[in-house]
């Protein structure tokens, strides 16, 4: 279906991105530039899952749709599927990728020193700052399945959660 | 020579075989260590994982080895009887253009050399016993490329300080020795 692109130039447009609104459009606003890399997600998302269901006849249910995203559009867009998806049946989503594959390279200084990090941890740290750069990265695909689901008539809200790289969960919160 | 090598992810090629002569168990004064270079001579990246004397301090050390290298490349291609058109000297080449030095051996050591066409200079000093280490040094490159300019957090130009890169090249060099 149509042309191909290597791998490395969609990873270099997209941490081209996030670092150009993160440091140059809104250097001193993280919020608004989250909110902007949020909305281009969004925007990708609707697309994507347009031409990703043109064939499909309509999801039954949310969990339908959402198993969708797990498998076949993930498949699309990362060449694997969801490693475990969670669900508390009241409209809360958990999505878990063991190994997402924007974050696989993403590493911290090694001689961080984590002494002198504890004594003081109001103090913005190396470690914090790695934290908030990469969670910076993970605004983009939240925005992409939020996209996705609105696509299919299921508002939304998605968060992420990287409390163990390069494993990654996204949290759906189905809006009542 | 091939420079991308397609590889997807983080799927490595498989490591090439250690040149023969490596990882034999020769003892004494093997020294062991990694310098990378980027184009304006900031040195990004220096490991060693053996070296029994220190001359000069750290900053000097490295001045040094990447002005050696810049005059050793100079003068290589200045005396190439091969080629008549010496061409912009001191650029970094394309692959399979121009003269491009390799390496040099003395009795108690050899150092071996590869820039990329991006002006990335990596140096690997090894036993002189060893023999060539291009392939090893275009492992290394690759290797540069998947976790170290590929990192999001990473901005060009500075000293790599990458967890993921540094064990993945501690695992392949210590095939090497």
Request: hydrophobic share 35%; net charge positive.
């Amino acid at each position: 279906m149509g042309r191909e692109v290597a791998e490395s130039c969609i990873d270099g447009v997209i941490i081209e991105m996030v670092s150009a609104y993160c440091k140059r459009f809104y250097a001193t606003k993280p919020e608004l530039a989250a909110r902007r890399i949020e909305a281009i997600g969004y925007q990708v998302g609707h697309q994507l899952i347009e031409r990703y269901t043109v064939e499909r006849p309509r999801f039954s249910d949310h969990l339908e749709a959402i198993k969708f995203i797990c498998k076949d559009f993930w498949s699309e867009l990362f060449k694997k599927q969801i490693d475990n998806l969670k669900t508390n049946h009241r409209g809360t989503f958990v999505l878990q990728d063991n190994r997402f594959r924007w974050l696989t390279r993403v590493s911290i200084d090694p001689s961080l020193d984590i002494s002198e990090a504890s004594q003081d941890s109001s103090a913005v740290t190396p470690e914090n700052k790695a934290a908030e750069a990469t969670s910076m990265h993970l605004y983009f695909p939240c925005g992409i399945i939020r996209g996705a689901l609105s696509n299919l008539g299921i508002p939304c809200a998605v968060s992420a959660d990287i409390s163990n790289l390069p494993a990654c969960s996204f949290v759906v919160r189905v809006k009542a | 020579m091939q420079f991308f090598s397609g590889s997807s992810a983080v799927d490595i090629s498989p490591s090439p075989a250690a040149p023969p002569g490596t990882a034999s168990g020769l003892s004494g004064n093997n020294a062991n260590m990694l310098y990378i270079f980027n184009r304006s001579g900031v040195c990004l990246l220096y490991r060693e994982w053996h070296r029994p004397l220190r001359t000069l301090d750290a900053n000097q050390d490295q001045k040094l080895m990447f002005g050696l290298l810049f005059s050793l490349r100079s003068f290589t291609a200045k005396m190439d009887p091969t080629s008549v058109d010496k061409g912009n000297l001191g650029v970094p080449l394309l692959p399979g253009q121009g003269c491009s030095f390799y390496s040099f051996r003395t009795n108690t050591y050899k150092l071996s050399f590869m820039e990329s066409p991006s002006g990335i200079k990596l140096i690997l000093i090894t036993h002189p016993k060893t023999s060539d280490h291009q392939e090893s040094l275009k492992h290394i490159y690759n290797l540069y490329v998947e976790y170290v300019v590929k990192n999001p957090l990473y901005v060009p130009g500075t000293p790599i300080k990458s967890e993921l890169f540094d064990t993945n090249l501690d695992q392949y060099v210590k095939t090497l020795i």
